[in-house]
C-alpha cells in the first residue's frame, strides 16, 4: 500500500491521534488479496468513555457557533473530501473490495452529505404558534440534541458515516463514531479531514475497537444523547433495548429484502439494466440490493436471458485492475451465505442460469449467480443474501406479486418497472417501504429521505427530513 497521510493508525479523540491504552491493535486486510493494509487500535470502555467525555466538553463551544459558521466548518470538510477523492477511493478499495469506479462513486455520495447538511443546517427553523390566549405567545426552538454515537457497517465505509455525521454536526451536536472493524480506514481518513478543515477537537471522535465493550459504553452512558446505527436488524434490536435506559433517542437503518417487480408492460431493457444496479452494485452487499425479482410470467423467460447477458459480461476481479465491475465479498462469513442460500433454492427446485459457486479466482470471489424459477418457501424469498445472487420468481397477477413483496419483516427498498399510471400508483402506495424505485434502480441521493418501515429501521437520513433526528423540539409559552 503507497504511504498515504490519509492512512492514519490510530484512533481520534478530542483532535489528538491515541493508541488503546493497552497497546493492542487489530491488523485490517485486503479482502481481494489477504495482503496485511496495517493496524489500528483495540480500544475497550475506557477509551469510549474518554471519547464520550471529550464530545461533552466540546458541546458548548460547537453549539454556541451560529449555524453559519459550522456550516462554513463543514464546506471546508465538503472540499477536503473532493479535493482526496482518489485517495479515499483508493484506500476504500484496498480494505472493502469494491470497483475503484464505485469507490470514487461512494466519496462522491459521502461529500454530497456534507455540503446538503452545510446547506441545511442553516434552516432549522423554528415556529411562532397562535396561542389560546391573547396575553400569551407560544414559540417553538429547535436545539441539537446534545452527544451522538453513531456506529457504522463496512459495505459504504464512509457514505454511512458522512450521513450521520454531517447532520449531527450541522445541527450543533458532537460525536462518537464507531466504524466497522473492517473498514476503520476510511473513517480514520475522514477524521484527518475534519481536522484539517478546522473542525474543533471533541466535535468529532472516531475509536476503533471492541464493538462490544465500545457498543455497550455509547448506550449505557447517559451523556450520550442519541444513538443512529446502520447495520443488521439483530444488532439494531440489541443496541436499541441498551438504549431503552437512559430512552434515549435512535435512529435505526437496518436490513432489507428488497423485491424487484417486473410487469408485463414494463422496458425490459430499461429494467434489465435497473436489476443490474440494483442486484449487482457493490457485489449485492447494500442494504437497498434486490434480494427478490419477481417477472411476471408473460415476460419471465426474455427477461431471464436479458438480464444473462448483461451479467456474462461482467468483469470479476481486484477492484483496483482496470475495468472490474465485479470485486470480492467482504469475508468468509458472507461466501458462507450465498453458497447457503443457493443450495437451499437448488434443492427446493430452483434452476442454476448462471454462475451459482465460488470464482476461479478464489478467495471471496464468488461467480455472480441468477437461479430461475425459485420456489416461494426457499431461504432466499425471506433472508436478506447480500451477495451477488439474482433469484427470478414468477407471477401472473398485480395483488398476487404486491402480496408476495409485503411478506416480509422488512421494509426498507422496493422496486418495480411499469409504463402504466394506475399501475405505478396503485402499486407504490400498496407496497410497504420506506422507498420505492419506479423505472429505476437507483434511489439514494442526499436530497430525498433514507429509511424504512417494519424491522428495516427507525428515522430517516440525508433530505431535510434527516437534520431533526438530530434535533430536541422546545416550546416556550410566554405570558406578557
Ligand atoms: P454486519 O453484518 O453488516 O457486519 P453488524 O450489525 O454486525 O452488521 O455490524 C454493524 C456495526 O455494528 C459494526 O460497526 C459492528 O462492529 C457493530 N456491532 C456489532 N455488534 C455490536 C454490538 N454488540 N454492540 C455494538 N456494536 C456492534
Same mark, same amino acid.
Given at each position: 500500500?503507497?504511504?498515504?497521510?490519509?492512512?492514519?493508525?490510530?484512533?481520534?479523540?478530542?483532535?489528538?491521534?491515541?493508541?488503546? +491504552?493497552?497497546?493492542?491493535? $487489530?491488523?485490517?486486510?485486503?479482502?481481494?488479496?489477504?495482503?496485511?493494509?496495517?493496524? !489500528?487500535?483495540?480500544?475497550?470502555?475506557?477509551?469510549?468513555? $474518554?471519547? &464520550?467525555?471529550?464530545?461533552?466538553?466540546? /458541546?458548548?463551544?460547537?453549539?454556541?457557533?451560529?449555524?453559519?459558521?459550522?456550516?462554513?466548518?463543514?464546506?471546508?470538510?465538503?472540499?477536503?473530501?473532493?479535493?482526496?477523492?482518489?485517495?479515499?477511493?483508493?484506500?476504500?478499495?484496498?480494505?472493502?473490495?469494491?470497483?475503484?469506479?464505485?469507490?470514487?462513486?461512494? +466519496?462522491?455520495?459521502?461529500?454530497?452529505?456534507?455540503?446538503?447538511? =452545510?446547506?441545511?443546517?442553516?434552516?432549522?427553523?423554528?415556529?411562532? &404558534?397562535?396561542?389560546?390566549?391573547?396575553?400569551?405567545?407560544?414559540?417553538?426552538?429547535? $436545539?441539537?440534541?446534545?452527544?451522538?454515537? =453513531?456506529?457504522?457497517?463496512?459495505?459504504?465505509?464512509?457514505?454511512?458515516?458522512?450521513?450521520? =455525521?454531517?447532520?449531527? /454536526?450541522?445541527?450543533?451536536?458532537?460525536?462518537?463514531?464507531?466504524?466497522?472493524?473492517?473498514?476503520?480506514?476510511?473513517?480514520?481518513?475522514?477524521?484527518?479531514?475534519?481536522?484539517? *478543515?478546522?473542525?474543533?477537537?471533541?466535535?468529532?471522535?472516531? &475509536?476503533?475497537?471492541?464493538? !462490544?465493550?465500545?457498543?455497550?459504553?455509547?448506550?449505557?452512558?447517559?451523556?450520550?444523547?442519541?444513538?443512529?446505527?446502520?447495520?443488521?436488524?439483530?444488532?439494531?434490536?440489541?443496541?436499541?433495548?441498551?438504549? *431503552?435506559?437512559?430512552?434515549?433517542?435512535?435512529?435505526?437503518?437496518?436490513?432489507?429484502?428488497?423485491?424487484?417487480?417486473?410487469?408485463?408492460? =414494463?422496458?425490459?431493457?430499461?429494467?434489465?439494466?435497473? *436489476?443490474?444496479?440494483?442486484?449487482?452494485?457493490?457485489?449485492?452487499?447494500?442494504?437497498?440490493?434486490?434480494?427478490?425479482?419477481?417477472?411476471?410470467?408473460?415476460?419471465?423467460?426474455?427477461?431471464?436471458?436479458?438480464?444473462?447477458?448483461?451479467?456474462?459480461?461482467?468483469?470479476?476481479?481486484?477492484?483496483?485492475?482496470?475495468?472490474?465491475?465485479?470485486?470480492?465479498?467482504?469475508?468468509?462469513?458472507?461466501?458462507?451465505?450465498?453458497?447457503?442460500?443457493?443450495?437451499?433454492?437448488?434443492?427446493?427446485?430452483?434452476?442454476?442460469?448462471?454462475?451459482?459457486?465460488?470464482?476461479?479466482?478464489?478467495?471471496?470471489?464468488?461467480?455472480?449467480?441468477?437461479?430461475?424459477?425459485?420456489?416461494?418457501?426457499?431461504? !432466499?424469498?425471506?433472508?436478506?443474501?447480500?451477495?451477488? /445472487? *439474482?433469484?427470478?420468481?414468477?407471477?401472473?397477477?398485480?395483488?398476487?406479486?404486491?402480496?408476495?413483496?409485503?411478506?416480509?419483516?422488512?421494509?426498507?427498498?422496493?422496486?418495480?418497472?411499469?409504463?402504466?399510471?394506475?399501475?405505478?400508483?396503485? !402499486?407504490?402506495?400498496?407496497?410497504?417501504?420506506?422507498?420505492?424505485? +419506479?423505472?429505476?434502480?437507483?434511489?439514494?441521493?442526499?436530497?430525498?429521505?433514507?429509511?424504512?418501515?417494519?424491522?428495516?429501521?427507525?428515522?430517516?437520513?440525508?433530505?431535510?427530513?434527516?437534520?431533526?433526528?438530530?434535533?430536541?423540539?422546545?416550546?416556550?409559552?410566554?405570558?406578557?
Amino acid at each position: 500500500m503507497p504511504p498515504s497521510e490519509l492512512l492514519r493508525q490510530q484512533a481520534y479523540i478530542n483532535g489528538v491521534w491515541a493508541d488503546a +491504552i493497552d497497546g493492542n491493535t $487489530q491488523n485490517i486486510y485486503n479482502p481481494a488479496t489477504g495482503e496485511l493494509l496495517g493496524c !489500528v487500535p483495540v480500544m475497550r470502555q475506557q477509551e469510549a468513555r $474518554q471519547a &464520550i467525555d471529550a464530545a461533552k466538553r466540546a /458541546l458548548p463551544g460547537w453549539s454556541f457557533l451560529t449555524a453559519k459558521e459550522r456550516s462554513a466548518k463543514l464546506r471546508s470538510w465538503f472540499e477536503l473530501i473532493l479535493s482526496h477523492q482518489e485517495e479515499l477511493a483508493r484506500l476504500m478499495t484496498l480494505e472493502q473490495g469494491k470497483p475503484l469506479h464505485e469507490a470514487r462513486g461512494e +466519496i462522491q455520495y459521502a461529500a454530497s452529505f456534507v455540503e446538503w447538511f =452545510a446547506e441545511e443546517g442553516k434552516r432549522i427553523y423554528g415556529d411562532i &404558534i397562535p396561542a389560546p390566549q391573547s396575553n400569551q405567545r407560544l414559540l417553538v426552538l429547535k $436545539q441539537p440534541v446534545g452527544v451522538v454515537a =453513531a456506529i457504522t457497517p463496512w459495505n459504504f465505509p464512509a457514505a454511512m458515516i458522512t450521513r450521520k =455525521a454531517a447532520p449531527a /454536526l450541522a445541527a450543533g451536536c458532537t460525536l462518537v463514531l464507531k466504524p466497522a472493524p473492517q473498514t476503520p480506514f476510511s473513517a480514520l481518513a475522514l477524521a484527518k479531514l475534519a481536522d484539517q *478543515a478546522g473542525i474543533p477537537a471533541g466535535v468529532f471522535n472516531v &475509536i476503533t475497537g471492541d464493538a !462490544v465493550e465500545i457498543g455497550g459504553e455509547l448506550t449505557g452512558n447517559p451523556t450520550v444523547r442519541k444513538l443512529t446505527f446502520t447495520g443488521s436488524t439483530n444488532i439494531g434490536r440489541l443496541l436499541m433495548s441498551q438504549c *431503552a435506559h437512559d430512552v434515549k433517542k435512535v435512529s435505526l437503518e437496518l436490513g432489507g429484502n428488497a423485491p424487484f417487480i417486473v410487469f408485463e408492460d =414494463a422496458d425490459l431493457d430499461k429494467a434489465v439494466a435497473g *436489476a443490474l444496479v440494483a442486484k449487482y452494485r457493490n457485489n449485492g452487499q447494500t442494504c437497498v440490493c434486490t434480494n427478490r425479482i419477481y417477472v411476471h410470467d408473460g415476460v419471465y423467460d426474455e427477461f431471464a436471458e436479458k438480464l444473462k447477458q448483461a451479467v456474462s459480461a461482467f468483469q470479476v476481479g481486484n477492484g483496483l485492475d482496470t475495468d472490474i465491475t465485479v470485486g470480492p465479498l467482504i469475508d468468509q462469513v458472507a461466501m458462507d451465505k450465498i453458497r447457503s442460500h443457493i443450495e437451499d433454492a437448488v434443492t427446493k427446485g430452483a434452476k442454476v442460469l448462471l454462475g451459482g459457486k465460488p470464482h476461479a479466482l478464489g478467495g471471496t470471489f464468488f461467480e455472480p449467480t441468477i437461479l430461475t424459477d425459485v420456489p416461494k418457501d426457499a431461504l !432466499v424469498a425471506r433472508e436478506e443474501t447480500f451477495g451477488p /445472487l *439474482a433469484p427470478l420468481f414468477r407471477f401472473s397477477n398485480d395483488d398476487e406479486v404486491v402480496r408476495y413483496a409485503n411478506d416480509t419483516e422488512y421494509g426498507l427498498a422496493a422496486y418495480f418497472y411499469t409504463q402504466n399510471m394506475n399501475r405505478i400508483f396503485r !402499486v407504490a402506495e400498496a407496497l410497504e417501504y420506506g422507498m420505492v424505485g +419506479i423505472n429505476t434502480g437507483a434511489i439514494s441521493n442526499e436530497m430525498a429521505p433514507f429509511g424504512g418501515m417494519k424491522s428495516s429501521g427507525l428515522g430517516r437520513e440525508g433530505s431535510r427530513y434527516g437534520i431533526e433526528e438530530y434535533l430536541e423540539i422546545k416550546y416556550l409559552n410566554l405570558n406578557l
